[in-house]
């Protein structure tokens, strides 16, 4: 399926590793061409390189995106030298803790790194004929998973932002939606540490998937391209729910 993207200009924010390579893979794959960030200069370096061996522009830049300035300097700089933006994803997390510094890491960046890198991005998401946003949350934010924590309630504030953002700005023709994966197993990542080091919770959660595996990061990244896609052109305000059924709540 074509998906008509060829030519379109996306930022990823986390777009060296995991879920972010992925999507970012996803959508060079598809012709678009792609800015990423990350903390680690090799890291990005190495993405840019890889994406350009694609055959599309790219390009990227170090930094944390707990950094406001430079979260927003790096869209405006990546704007410019891709010729615009017509997609951004807001994927980076401040990942998981107890107490008040692991809350405030991940209001930080999994909250404002959204609210911030959207500010950015708004002006030239305006300039679009197919401007959309995705915002990476996740089956964590829908129901109760472990333990009360700060992971689980900011991936619930992206739900709820993305959704009253989709109101905010669709008369400008900007789509806002919200993806929300269950337990996806990446090498290097938190499933696979989980699966090596606390057995019984990964055999536990893999039970309770009635497809009977954990999904991948190229099957959350393939969503993302739909829903920037021409072709996802009425999807706005949706919360995807990629997780093989491992979420009980009947998703209406």
Do not use: H
């Amino acid at each position: 399926m074509d998906l008509q993207l060829n030519g379109q200009k996306a930022l990823v924010t986390g777009g060296t590793k995991g879920i972010g390579r992925a999507i970012a893979d996803r959508l060079a794959d598809e012709g678009c061409a792609v800015g990423v960030c990350a903390r680690t200069a090799a890291d990005v370096e190495a993405a840019v390189e890889a994406l350009k061996a694609k055959g599309v522009a790219a390009t990227g830049s170090a930094f944390d995106v707990g950094d406001a300035d430079a979260l927003k300097g790096w869209i405006a700089s990546a704007a410019e030298e891709l010729g615009g933006v017509d997609c951004f994803v807001s994927n980076v997390s401040g990942g998981n803790g107890q107490g008040e510094a692991a809350w405030r890491a991940s209001f930080d960046y999994d909250v404002m790194g959204a609210v911030r890198g959207v500010e950015a991005a708004l002006p030239f998401l305006e300039q679009s004929e197919n401007a959309s946003i995705a915002m990476i949350s996740s089956t964590a934010a829908l129901e109760k998973f472990l333990g009360a924590s700060s992971y689980n309630a900011m991936k619930a504030a992206l739900i709820q932002y993305a959704g009253a953002l989709a109101q905010d700005v669709g008369a400008k023709g900007i789509r806002v939606n919200a993806i929300s994966p269950g337990p996806i197993m990446i090498e290097g990542g938190a499933w696979e540490m989980i699966k090596n080091n606390v057995t019984p919770l990964y055999e536990a959660t893999l039970k309770d998937i009635p497809v009977g595996r954990m999904g991948s990061a190229g099957e959350v990244a393939a969503q993302v391209a739909l829903l920037a896609s021409p072709l996802g052109a009425y999807t706005t305000g949706a919360n995807v729910v990629i997780d093989g059924g491992f979420t009980k709540r009947i998703q209406f």
